[in-house]
């Protein structure tokens, strides 16, 4: 084993870079051996060096991180901040300065990945970021690596540790959203502005990232269609219920099925509770990959939090540091197939549509006609309310409360249609006298 030790400084020391200096402590013989050279800790960059930190040499801690990036001995940076500035001219001057660089910055890689590839190219270095997306499980290079000799057609799952496990908690516990919000964000699993997580910001950076890599392609976040939980309602979720589904933040990448073409989409949908995704708890992520030849893969695990986020940081640490070793780098951006992204009213899929409608007769043959007249094929119709002598013909069930008399809710599945056709559809039907609102539109996948 070489004596020389590789130096890794560290950006960032909260939950993901606290876990990251505990492990390169504890572990520090393991990873020595697994490397061919033992690794020094050469400084840590934070905001409040006072800080109390556990475990952290107190005279590595620094404030000025642009020195510490311009050092010019370090063999690899580790970023674990978070955001778009300082951190992508940190990146960028240890690019510079020699240094391959690790980080779990969704949101950067999101905004500016292409330009960060080239800027590591440029200088001979590696840049890693299997902790960017759904936290401990091992996909990024999975999806670069094994899977480089296949097709992959398309990428779904649970990528958000957070909204996972708001949903589950409201679902299972009766939890209240802001409840499950303060649990989750106390548990380390939330971004530094939860938003991120709740609008579909962070799904969204992580769905970019994916579809750049499974397709070959450039996605950033801006090319991804994005709808945040904030949108689920109670009666959502009590409405999947019946179904036999569960409401689940999904993030969808696809190829067209004519293959000239790329979506990526993050929303809330329900999920039958027969699919795989549907018992997918807390912070747990999960992931399915369809590629041609090696069909279907799932992805499970941990989706945030310290320590799992540490595992991926660690491990892409140990591929650098190898790297270095070698004088060589690992694979870098392929983009070759410069696919474009098409907008989300080409997207194909099922919808659970629920309408506050007048409850009198020829309701439901009006709200039909509108959905033949846009292509949309219906499924199944449900009708909740009081439906005093309608006559209309659908499954009646004892009205839910706080329903206004004369008023019905009517809850359509529709079979599937593109994006477009059902937003035209709840066009026209907002226009009708007797449609009073539309409560609620949400996809139906997996199935
Ligand atoms: P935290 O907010 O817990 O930690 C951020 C760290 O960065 C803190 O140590 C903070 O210093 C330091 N910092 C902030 N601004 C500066 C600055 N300008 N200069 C130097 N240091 C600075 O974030 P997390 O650890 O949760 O997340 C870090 C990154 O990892 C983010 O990109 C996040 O998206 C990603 N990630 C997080 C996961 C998680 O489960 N938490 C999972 C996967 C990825 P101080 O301690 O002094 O405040
Ligand atoms: N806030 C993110 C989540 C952290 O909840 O999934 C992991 O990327």
Redesign the pocket.
């Known amino acids: 084993m070489r004596t020389r030790p590789l130096k890794v400084a560290l ?7 606290s876990e990251v200096t505990r492990i390169l402590t504890t572990q520090a013989d393991d990873l020595a051996a697994r490397i061919g050279a033992p690794i020094e800790l050469a400084g840590i ?4 060096p006072h ?1 109390v930190r556990e475990g952290v040499p107190a005279e590595l801690l620094t404030t000025d ?1 642009t020195a510490l990036v311009k050092r010019g001995d370090l063999d690899v940076v580790v970023e ?3 955001g778009i500035e ?1 951190v992508r001219t940190l990146i960028t001057t240890a690019f510079e300065h020699g240094a391959s660089v690790v980080s ?4 950067l890689l999101a905004a500016d990945g292409a330009s960060l590839h080239a800027k590591a190219a440029e200088h001979g270095v590696d840049l890693y970021y299997e ?2 997306v759904a ?1 401990a499980i091992p996909l990024i290079r999975p999806l670069r690596e094994s899977l480089a000799g296949d097709k992959v057609n398309r990428v779904l799952g649970i990528v958000n ?1 957070t909204t996972n496990f708001i949903l589950d908690k409201m679902e299972s516990t009766g939890a209240g959203y802001s409840e499950a919000l303060d649990e989750a964000t106390a548990l ?2 939330a ?2 502005d939860p938003t991120a997580d709740v609008e579909g910001f962070d799904a969204a950076a992580k769905a970019a990232i994916l579809a750049g890599i499974a397709f070959h392609t450039r996605v950033t976040i801006d090319d991804v269609h994005r709808e945040g939980l904030t949108e689920v309602t109670a009666a959502d979720i009590a409405s999947a219920k019946k179904m036999g589904c569960t409401v689940k933040m999904l993030a969808i990448c696809e190829r067209s099925a004519d293959g000239r073409s790329v979506t990526a989409r993050v929303h809330p949908a329900m999920i039958p509770l027969s699919h795989p995704l549907a018992s997918v708890r807390e912070a747990y992520n999960a992931v399915f990959v369809e590629a041609e030849a090696a069909g279907r893969l799932m992805f499970y695990g941990p989706g ?3 320590a799992p ?1 540490a595992s991926a940081v660690l491990g892409d640490l140990v591929a650098a540091c190898r790297n270095k070793l070698a004088a060589t780098t690992g694979a870098g951006e392929s983009a070759y197939t410069q696919l474009p992204v098409s907008p989300m009213g080409d997207v194909v899929t099922r919808y659970h549509i629920s309408l506050d409608v007048a409850d009198k007769p020829g309701v439901l043959a009006q709200v039909a006609m509108v959905f033949a007249e846009h292509d949309v094929s219906i499924d199944t119709v449900r009708q909740q309310g009081k439906n005093q002598g309608s006559g209309d013909e659908v499954a009646v069930e004892q009205g839910a409360g706080g329903r206004r008399a004369g008023e019905a809710s009517l809850v359509v599945v529709t079979h599937r249609a593109s994006d477009a056709a059902l937003s035209a559809t709840v066009s026209s039907l907002r226009k009708l006298d007797t449609v009073r609102g539309v409560a609620s539109i949400m996809r139906v996948e997996g199935e």
Do not use: Q
């Open positions: 950006l960032g020391c909260g939950v993901v870079g960059a934070v905001r409040r800080k991180a674990v901040i978070g300082p779990a910055n969704k949101a902790a960017a936290g540790g380390g699993y971004e530094a945030a939090g310290g986020t």
